[in-house]
């Protein structure tokens, strides 16, 4: 059964951006923030929104206070927000 958290987007352009993601199939924080950056540059192919690709390949996202033990066992409603740090070039 999956094991879904919501995981949302604390951006200057993607902010609200919200993936759930099954943490099951993941294990480290790395491949849960792997995941949310693949879902959201796919959204932006298929919308052909070329700007912001080019922008998200200069996000460097992050996940603050918590380890990936910490969302797998705290409860399933939080919600839990990636961060980035876009260069402004």
Avoid: Q
Wanted: proline residues 1%.
């Amino acid at each position: 059964m999956p094991n879904y958290r919501e995981f949302r987007a604390s951006s200057e352009l993607f902010l609200g951006y919200t993936v759930f993601i099954d943490i099951d199939i993941h294990n480290s924080l790395n491949n849960i923030i792997n995941h949310f950056y693949e879902h959201l540059l796919h959204t932006l192919e298929i919308n052909n929104f070329e700007i912001l690709i080019e922008k998200v390949n200069e996000c460097r996202f992050h996940i603050h206070d918590f380890t990936y033990e910490d969302i797998k066992n705290l409860n399933s409603e939080n919600v839990y927000y990636i961060c980035d740090h876009c260069s402004n070039s």
